[in-house]
């Protein structure tokens, strides 16, 4: 079955530094998704990608963060600045459509430790 | 304000025991309702949906839910737990009529007894 891939697993930088997370969506989606959870919190939506552009994003997703899908396969989210409370385990996701009935398909994520 | 609310954070059962996790959420008509399983250091599976008809959903690894409109639930069941079942359930909703953005519950950590 087609997976939704994330890079790195496990992502570990200093306070103040750019990371970059990476995501490989299911081939046939045009939807994608970041979500982040925060340890012992709750699953968060951050932003929803449509047609090379932002579709919807919640306010966490402030000034620092970015989305882009660079090439044809890659879908990614970029943290400027990093701060301490970046610190989560972040979900890449991908559907076919948008309508409520179209499941997301999830990533392993990528756990960002900021020190 | 639209929520899911999962009222245990921690459950433990013995391997064999049967299993109900519990969901109720709180939005205007009935969204369309999703169980997710985190195993650790996985990502999140989708194990079962419900979307309309028939009540009662049989999802993966032998887990149902049965939606129940009167008491805004959408509980998971499983009728004998396997130590493979140890994980993190989420309950989620998305709105119907809408966009498929995904509001979790907080979750419930599962504990299998051998």
């Known amino acids: 079955e087609p997976e939704v891939t994330q890079t790195p697993s496990h992502q570990v930088t200093q306070m103040g530094q750019e990371v970059i997370l990476r995501c490989v969506p299911i081939s046939n989606h045009l939807y994608f998704y970041w979500y982040r959870q925060i340890l012992g919190q709750k699953v968060e939506f951050l932003v929803s990608f449509y047609n090379n552009e932002i579709s919807e994003k919640s306010e966490i997703f402030d000034d620092q963060f970015s989305v882009e899908r660079p090439d044809g396969s890659n879908f990614t989210l970029k943290i400027r600045s990093t701060k301490l409370e970046d610190s989560a385990m972040y979900f890449c996701a991908s559907s076919q459509e948008r309508k409520g009935n179209s499941p997301l398909h999830f990533g392993n994520g990528t756990r960002l430790t900021v020190t | 304000a639209q929520s899911v609310t999962q009222p245990d954070i921690h459950i433990t059962v013995s391997e064999g025991a049967s299993l109900e996790l519990r969901c109720n959420y709180s939005y205007g008509a009935t969204p369309y309702l999703f169980w997710y399983v985190q195993s650790p250091g996985q990502g999140l599976q989708l194990l079962l949906k419900y979307f309309s008809g028939d009540t009662l959903v049989q999802g993966i690894k032998g887990f149902e839910a049965e939606f129940k409109r009167s008491q805004s639930s959408f509980n998971l069941r499983k009728p004998s737990v396997h130590w493979s079942d140890a994980a993190e359930y989420f309950c989620?909703?998305?709105?119907?009529?809408?966009?498929?953005?995904?509001?979790f519950g907080t979750g419930t950590q599962l504990k299998v007894e051998l």
């Open positions: 989620a909703v998305t709105p119907t009529g809408g966009g498929n953005k995904l509001t």
